[in-house]
C-alpha cells in the first residue's frame, strides 16, 4: 500500500464545475506539495503546505495534519485544467500516483 | 519556461549506447534532483544534489551516474541500460531552506528516454 494515497484515480468534469482532489497520507512529512503535470511530461509545482490553506487563482489547497488529509480544489473548472494532479512529500520522497483530471467543454 | 531546463526532450538509444541528460538551472537555488516516472507508476527519486554534495542515492543501478560539477548544472551519465529504463526522466531545483511563499520544487520539462 502506497503511504501516500490519490482519490480518485481518475475524473471528469463538465467545464465550470468545482472539482475536488483528494489525498491521504500514512506517514509524518515535512510538507506537502500538489503538482500539475501535462501530457507533454513537464510539471509544474503548484502548493506548498505543512499547515491550513493556500489559495491560488481557482486553485485552492487544504491541509488537516491531525487526519494526514489534504484536498486540492479547483473552482470554474476549464479544459485546460485537463492534467494529471500529484500530491507528494518532496522532502520525504514519498509521491502518490497522481489523479488524471479531464475537463469537457 | 520554469527556468529549469532538460535536454535533450527525447533521446532514443541502444543498450549499448553511452548518452548523458543535462540539466540546467538560472534560479539561484542550492539543490538539484534527479527523477524517473516510468509508465502508470508514481515519481521515484532517483538523486538529490544540495550544495553540490550528493545526498541521496535511493538505490538506483550503477548504470545510471549523476554528475554536479556547479549549482547549476545536472548530468545524468547512462551507459548499458535496459528497456525497463524507458520513462521520463525529470530534473527538479529547489532552494533549501525555502524562502516564505516559495512553491518549493521547479521541474524541468523532462527527457523522454526509450532504450531499444
Known amino acids: 500500500k502506497n503511504e501516500v494515497e490519490q482519490s480518485p484515480q481518475n475524473l471528469t468534469a463538465q467545464e465550470g464545475e468545482f472539482i475536488t482532489i483528494n489525498c491521504s497520507y500514512s506517514v509524518g512529512i515535512s510538507a506537502l506539495h500538489w503538482l500539475q503535470q501535462h501530457p507533454g511530461g513537464g510539471i509544474v509545482s503548484l502548493f506548498m503546505?505543512?499547515?491550513g490553506k493556500k489559495k491560488h487563482g481557482r486553485l485552492i489547497a487544504t491541509i488537516n495534519i491531525q487526519e494526514k488529509h489534504s484536498s486540492l480544489h479547483i473552482t470554474a473548472s476549464h479544459p485546460r485544467d485537463s492534467a494529471v494532479y500529484i500530491c507528494?512529500?518532496?522532502?520525504?520522497?514519498?509521491f502518490g500516483a497522481g489523479t488524471r483530471l479531464t475537463v469537457k467543454p | 519556461e520554469t527556468g529549469v531546463t532538460q535536454t535533450p526532450r527525447h533521446l532514443v538509444m541502444g543498450m549499448t549506447n553511452k548518452k548523458s541528460l543535462k540539466c540546467e538551472q538560472h534560479l539561484g537555488h542550492n539543490a538539484m534532483y534527479w527523477y524517473k516516472q516510468s509508465a502508470k507508476k508514481p515519481l521515484e527519486l532517483m538523486f538529490v544534489?544540495?550544495?553540490?554534495?550528493?545526498?541521496e542515492n535511493n538505490s538506483v543501478p550503477s548504470r545510471f551516474s549523476p554528475e554536479c560539477p556547479n549549482s547549476s548544472h545536472l548530468f545524468l551519465h547512462l551507459h548499458t541500460l535496459q528497456p525497463e529504463d524507458s520513462a521520463l526522466y525529470l530534473c527538479?531545483?529547489?532552494?533549501?531552506?525555502?524562502?516564505?511563499?516559495?512553491?518549493?520544487?521547479?521541474f524541468g520539462s523532462g527527457t523522454r528516454l526509450t532504450v531499444v
Open positions: 544534489y544540495n550544495f553540490k554534495e550528493q545526498t
Open positions: 527538479a531545483s529547489s532552494q533549501d531552506p525555502p524562502p516564505p511563499g516559495d512553491y518549493g520544487y521547479t
Open positions: 507528494a512529500a518532496l522532502n520525504d520522497m514519498r
Open positions: 503546505l505543512s499547515s
